[in-house]
């Protein structure tokens, strides 16, 4: 937390976003957004949606190291393209019994999905840059007939 209070030792050490942090380590939803360049408000929606939750002591949240790594994961998952229900789904996994393993099966396959999203997305740009090269040429040919 950013202000110690009498008889608080202050704030827990922190770690770069995603690097490793003393298992005792707390953040402040300030920190935490921080860290990972996005807003409270941010924060905030992913708490409401329940991908995160932060302990609280009053209206204080107060972040552990289990919500940094599974915002982590969430901004990870964002950068990818990925949605937050399949996001959701994929950090969820991280606490069934399976745990980790379930969770990079459904990854794997989650990356397959999005990789031929993907290039899907980059067949539909090149075809539509080549149909607006004809298009330019076209034009061009025509105001030099004019």
């Known amino acids: 937390m950013t202000s110690p209070t009498k008889g608080d030792p202050g704030p827990a050490p922190s770690a770069p976003a995603g ?3 003393p298992a005792d380590a707390t953040w402040s939803i300030r920190e935490i957004a921080d860290e990972f360049g996005i807003t409270t408000r941010t924060v905030r929606h992913y708490e409401d949606i329940g991908l995160i939750s932060p302990e609280r002591i009053g209206t204080t949240r107060i972040f552990h190291r289990r919500e940094r790594t599974r915002l982590s994961l969430i901004m990870r998952g964002r950068r990818l393209g ?7 789904t994929i950090v969820n996994l991280y ?7 379930s969770q990079l099966e459904y990854v794997l396959g989650q990356i397959d999905e999005r990789r031929e999203d993907l290039e899907q997305r980059r067949r539909d740009i090149e075809d539509a840059l080549t149909e607006l090269g ?8 025509e105001l030099d007939a004019l």
């Open 19 to 21: 690097g490793p942090a």
């Open 82 to 88: 990925f949605p937050l229900d399949e996001i959701a």
């Open 95 to 101: 606490d069934v019994p399976r745990g980790k393993r």
């Open 134 to 141: 004809t298009f330019e040429r076209r034009c061009r040919d």
